[in-house]
């Protein structure tokens, strides 16, 4: 087999492999990222980047390599855009973790979010007690997104920031 389409296919098998991955472990791993998962991103980047090119260490390898990878993530945005169930299929959907200040246990055991990190959201929406919050989820990013049971609702850390900025300038 020519090297180079054994690099291709070889980088299609490692990014199929990690959306799989990532689809079993959870979109809660995607925006939380403490020192554990940072380390383990760097293992994995290093010991994929062999799996995919090999003892093919050109440049041309590794341009190829990365050509396979954002051709394939092309594609698979323009699926997940189209086919509203593939979609689904890697993303998954948002879930509901307190309505009304009442709260899910069996979502919030489901996908293992504790509740030090639930009233760490609360506090950087502006919200101290359970009983505040009118609508959280968490969403498909991974980030949970928290709506009080106030007339006005609470701006988060960065919407605050950015309106500091506008005010300044």
Do not use: C, W
């Not at 502006?126 to 991974?142: P, R, T």
């Amino acid at each position: 087999m020519n090297v180079y389409l054994d690099i291709a296919f070889r980088s299609a098998a490692v990014y199929f492999f990690m959306v799989i991955a990532l689809r079993l472990f959870g979109k809660k791993e995607l925006s939380q990222l403490n020192t554990t998962d940072v380390i383990l991103i760097l293992l994995i980047s290093n010991s994929v980047q062999n799996a995919m090119v090999g003892n093919d260490t050109s440049l041309y390898g590794g341009i190829i390599a990365a050509s396979v990878l954002f051709i394939i993530n092309f594609i698979l945005k323009k699926l997940m855009f189209r086919y509203k169930g593939f979609n689904y299929f890697i993303q998954q959907k948002p879930q509901i973790l307190i309505h009304d200040g009442t709260l899910d246990f069996k979502i919030l055991s489901h996908l293992n979010i504790t509740s030090d990190e639930l009233r760490e959201a609360m506090r950087e929406h502006g919200i101290q007690y359970f009983s505040q919050v009118k609508l959280a989820m968490l969403e498909i990013d991974g980030n949970i997104s928290i709506i009080s049971g106030d007339n006005e609702l609470k701006q988060t850390h960065y919407k605050r920031l950015k309106k500091l900025k506008k005010t300044i300038s």
